[in-house]
């Protein structure tokens, strides 16, 4: 049993990379996009700004996950380990498909359908954090989208008097920093989500865990606290994950939704941190993928309206409203069978 526990921690930390490998693109792709630095500097650069959000955010976010969105007294190891099948197999059909939809939102429908799976609709614990989450469906891109869209028009009035080669090498190297503060927000977001998995399932074996030794005895909680060995191994498997880079999504959130230059790229990521940041500051699990996309509309539109895809960002959107029942669908389906399976 200890083993099997220690297992799906590490399918947890197996997801984390693949949702830094899936959003590397939210962080990357605008400053590839704009050619301020190649595509193997871009991700190094994102890699270490995922990691440093460990020292410099909290875990608020990582708290909401773990408690008060699921019914604590229902999960198990089989509900926990249910809900990540569902949320990684959806974010590689996604990514095989080169769609920027929300690992978040992959990991939050994947464990609520794992859930309810097990104990129906009384699984869910409805109440602000469900609010807040599927609220900011549609608040997180239209923030980013606003954000992104003031700057633009912020910019374009301080700078109308500088010759166009001179902003073009000033957002050059603005780009740098609006970039690792993007990479800053995403990491600080999206590594306290999988904390959160690893929290509630520790919870729900903490009986078994209590008279553990050795290597085991560090699975044992004996507060709600995240303890400091999944924050590093969150931290380190979202980084790694971000530098190998989801070069599929990159394209897309690069290229196919505007023409980005370095100023439009500044104003885009400076837009999405922000975003990102204010609500990790208030524990919400937001979208990174929804804020950031967004922001490149925002940029976009302020040319001219029709400089953005639109068709490109009409099936990003479906690809949001249907990644929490998706992910829910195949994270029940795996619940099911890892219940027949452990039950015999």
Not at 95 to 116: E, K, Q, R, T
Request: hydrophobic share 55%.
């Amino acid at each position: 049993m200890i083993y099997y526990i220690a297992a799906i921690v590490l399918v947890a930390f197996i997801f984390d990379f693949i949702n830094g490998f899936h959003d590397s693109a939210n962080a990357i792709a605008t400053i590839v996009g704009t050619r301020v630095l190649s595509p193997l500097a871009a991700v190094v650069w994102a890699a270490s700004f995922n990691f440093a959000a460990a020292f410099t955010v909290g875990t608020a976010v990582a708290k909401a996950i773990s408690k008060g969105m699921i019914d604590g007294n229902i999960v198990t190891p089989e509900v926990v380990l249910g809900g990540l099948i569902g949320a990684i197999i959806w974010n590689l059909i996604t990514w095989f498909y080169g769609i920027p939809s929300s690992s978040s939102h992959a990991l939050i429908g994947g464990y609520a359908g794992a859930a309810i799976a097990r104990a129906g609709w009384a699984a869910i614990e409805w109440g602000t954090k469900w609010i807040q989450t599927l609220s900011f469906i549609v608040i997180s891109p239209l923030v980013g989208l606003m954000a992104g869209l003031l700057l633009m028009i912020i910019v374009y009035w301080v700078f109308q008097r500088m010759a166009p080669g001179r902003v073009d090498r000033f957002f050059r190297v603005a780009q740098l920093i609006s970039s690792a503060a993007l990479s800053l927000a995403h990491g600080g977001n999206d590594a306290q989500k999988t904390m959160g998995i690893i929290v509630s399932l520790l919870i729900s074996v903490k009986p078994l865990m209590a008279a553990q030794t050795g290597f085991a005895h560090h699975m044992y909680l004996s507060s709600n606290a995240i303890p400091l060995w999944v924050e590093m191994m969150a931290y380190t498997a979202i980084s790694l994950g971000t530098l190998f880079g989801g070069w599929r999504i990159v394209h897309t959130m690069g290229s196919r939704i505007t023409k980005l230059r370095p100023v439009s790229g500044f104003c885009a990521e400076t837009g999405g941190a922000l975003a990102i940041t204010l609500a990790t500051h208030y524990g919400i699990p937001v979208s990174t993928t929804h804020t950031i996309t967004g922001s490149i509309v925002g940029v976009g539109a302020t040319t001219r309206l029709s400089a953005v895809r639109w068709g490109i960002a009409r099936s990003i959107v479906w690809a949001w409203l249907i990644t929490i029942p998706a992910s829910g669908i195949m994270a029940a389906l795996a619940y099911y069978g890892l219940s027949k399976i452990i039950s015999r």
